[in-house]
């Protein structure tokens, strides 16, 4: 397959060439199965396998390569699969925030970003137009979407079964400023011509959203073929069952890449940049016109937040979504604070046990 089919593009191609290391081959991470990969590069589909060397220079989650991720690769003579090496910078990349080894960060766990899906065009964040439709939901996707780098298409699925869809639609975008909005059915195929203009050949496109919102049965229409297996979703409460379990990366037909992602009730952000002053941008053009730089938007005379919720020119679940994610993003670069102390630690414990190994050592061969 040409690598240009499968995104490779300029940026990759100056990425790879500034590796020293010669014989390196450019390859994309199809599958990822807790450090097990697949890979797809000019030579075929591989399996693919981390080089020891790579493991100890990996210092944290995000360091390994995820679904989407450009790897350089060595192929072994006589073997089918593909040594990693070195994994590529990334054009753009979703995440969330994951903890590990010792559940909530209060107990002890460490909070690290995990990659849901690399060098993506857009992303399709796609919500139910049934009973699990949640505007605040959406807000949350949003931000995160804003702060992976790629470009945010909600989908509004299940239009066939909803009976107020200009309604839903105008209060998504009443939130999503300047985003496409498209309602569709993936059961009808209703509204599918919208979404060919973003899976044009060599661009990838990532799904993201709750389980039972019908990501499965979109990607099987898009590719044409029942590939991905899906289930009913609970009548009463419209709440579907995790049917993808992993992330995984598909090709149209017709062009273009897709990648799946498991359904995600609980989504905790990883910003990096501040996204929700994107996806909030009225709250933050409000907070400026307060009488006071400093205004807390409590009690302050002249706060023009305060006056925009009483007359009821702001949504009041709207700003208080906002204060939950602004929160969220305070505390998270709190934990990030704490990971960088107890690195800098760890290497000021490393030099002074160096130093005095050394200091011993001077001191048996009586040279101080």
Same mark, same amino acid.
């Not at 593009?9 to 081959?25: A, Q, R, V, W, Y």
């Not at 903890?99 to 796609?126: H, K």
């Not at 949003?142 to 105008?170: F, H, R, W």
């Given at each position: ?23 390196? %081959? ?56 593909? =040594?990693? &090496? ?81 309604? &839903? ?24 011509? &919208? ?12 799904? %993201? ?39 995984? =990366? ?85 934990? &990030? ?32």
């Amino acid at each position: 397959m040409n690598l240009k089919d499968l995104g490779w593009n300029e940026f990759h191609e100056k990425s790879i060439k500034d590796l020293t290391e010669s014989g390196l %081959l450019p390859a994309r991470v199809t599958e990822e199965h807790k450090n097990r990969y697949r890979l797809i590069c000019q030579a075929g589909n591989l399996a693919g396998q981390l080089t020891g060397r790579y493991i100890h220079r990996a210092k944290s989650l995000s360091d390994f390569p995820s679904v989407g991720d450009w790897v350089a690769i060595s192929i072994p003579s006589g073997e089918t699969k593909g =040594m990693i &090496k070195y994994l590529l910078p990334r054009k753009s990349a979703f995440s969330r925030k994951a903890v590990l080894s010792g559940g909530m960060p209060d107990t002890g766990g460490n909070t690290e970003q995990q990659v849901l899906a690399a060098n993506i065009d857009s992303v399709f964040l796609v919500s139910g137009l049934d009973k699990e439709f949640n505007i605040r939901r959406i807000e949350r996707y949003l931000s995160a979407a804003y702060d992976s780098g790629a470009s945010p298409v909600i989908i509004l699925n299940k239009a066939d079964i909803c009976q107020d869809i200009e309604t &839903k639609i105008i209060e998504v975008e009443s939130i999503a400023f300047g985003v496409p909005v498209h309602p569709i059915s993936a059961n009808t195929g209703d509204g599918f011509n &919208k979404l060919t203009q973003y899976c044009r050949r060599g661009e990838t496109v990532a799904l %993201l959203g709750s389980s039972g919102v019908g990501k499965s049965t979109i990607i099987n229409r898009l590719l044409q073929d029942n590939r991905i297996k899906t289930q009913e979703v609970r009548e009463y409460d419209s709440k579907g069952r995790h049917t993808t379990t992993s992330r995984q =990366m598909f090709f149209i037909p017709d062009g273009g890449i897709v990648i799946d992602t498991p359904g995600m009730r609980e989504f905790q952000l990883w910003s990096e940049n501040g996204s929700e002053s994107s996806s909030f941008r009225d709250i933050e053009e409000l907070a400026e016109l307060c009488k006071f730089n400093d205004c807390q938007h409590q009690s302050e005379p002249g706060c023009a937040i305060k006056i925009a919720l009483e007359n009821g020119n702001l949504d009041k679940g709207r700003y208080r979504n906002y204060l939950k994610l602004k929160k969220e993003e305070q505390y998270l670069s709190v934990r &990030k604070d704490e990971k960088e102390v107890r690195r800098i630690q760890r290497e000021f414990d490393k030099k002074i046990r160096r130093y005095l190994q050394i200091r011993n050592e001077l001191k048996k061969d009586r040279l101080i």
